[in-house]
């Protein structure tokens, strides 16, 4: 057929992180202990296929708690949420089930210590995302967020030698990198977060990708446009020396992608369901590619526990 690529390279690690995988399970799991609806606040992870099958399970989503009927059951999503979003649930006298990823937690913990010491917290973040929101909760008095080199040129704060940053956890390791590098040079005293608050799982799949785009005339990732991670991994690709698109399942690639492309990449965001690789995989199948192999970088072997609500409700089952 028509522009069909010699061989597919399968970017590993993709797709599900420990934090993903628990956040979806956790809602999985509130639906068969507590039948339906459970409420879910905001998207539960960022990937509108996940969404769509809960949805038809009988959860409902809803961007605020203010929404849920006084005393259901509401899961926080993997991005977590300020105090205030608790405060309001607990006013509704609500059950809630909190889904937050353990390493988006870590950050929130940093920042109270940050603020507590006193310290102005510099969030490097993107506005409006889900996670930042969280973030600057916990500490909304001391947090500034930025996004770029240029945002920390600008930047003023009360005291240079009492500054400390912290990150969004789905951020481009490189720009990040960079970032930090210009407010240690603006800020010789800032402190830091004692591990890298970027997640292994979102360095792991840039990395991947990162080394498989060199190998590739075009790289395709998995994703929904609202997901932080599966943009940053198509900016990785591109930085590489690929071409690359996001799209959310098979049917969105585009004939011309294809023309004279010989090895096509694939990788998939950390909300991005295996299934979805798989059927991309049978798309370029039946159109005559034999050659599929896995490109591994690294291994991953991370799990996080279920909440302890869930975990105690299903022993007590």
Not at 16 to 26: E, F, S
Not at 206 to 231: K, P, T, Y
Not at 243 to 263: F, G, M, P, Y
């Amino acid at each position: 057929m028509a522009n069909s690529p010699e061989k597919l390279l399968l970017a590993a690690p993709r797709g599900y992180c420990a934090g993903v995988d628990r956040a979806v399970q956790t809602v999985e799991r509130a639906l068969e202990l507590y039948g339906p609806p459970v409420y879910v606040r905001k998207e539960i992870v960022h990937n509108k296929h996940v969404v769509e099958q809960l949805r038809e399970r009988g959860a409902i989503f809803v961007e605020e708690e203010s929404e849920v009927p006084e005393g259901e059951t509401v899961v926080f999503s993997a991005h977590g949420v300020s105090p205030s979003v608790h405060a309001n649930a607990a006013a509704r006298e609500l059950k809630t089930i909190d889904a937050t990823c353990p390493l988006v937690t870590k950050v929130h913990v940093e920042a109270k210590k940050f603020a507590a010491e006193g310290y102005t917290i510099v969030l490097i973040g993107h506005a409006g995302h889900e996670e930042v929101e969280g973030t600057m909760g916990e500490a909304p008095d001391h947090i500034t967020l930025i996004e770029t080199e240029a945002d920390v040129d600008a930047l003023e704060v009360e005291d240079p030698d009492r500054v400390a940053f912290i990150s969004q956890t789905t951020l481009s390791v490189d720009e990040t990198r960079a970032v930090i590098a210009r407010l240690r040079e603006k800020f010789p005293n800032i402190v830091g977060p004692r591990t890298d608050d970027i997640c292994y799982a979102t360095t792991n799949r840039q990395m991947a990708v990162r080394q498989m785009a060199g190998e590739c005339d075009l790289v395709l990732v998995i994703g929904s446009r609202n997901s932080s991670n599966s943009n940053r991994l198509v900016e990785v690709a591109r930085d590489h020396g690929a071409e690359s698109h996001l799209i959310d399942n098979e049917t969105e690639v585009q004939e011309e992608w294809l023309a004279d492309k010989r090895v096509v990449g694939i990788s998939s965001g950390a909300s991005a369901p295996e299934d979805l690789v798989q059927r991309l995989v049978e798309f370029f199948r039946a159109r005559g590619t034999s050659d599929v192999s896995e490109f591994e970088v690294v291994q991953e072997d991370v799990r996080f526990m279920l909440p302890k609500d869930i975990r105690k409700a299903l022993a007590a089952r």
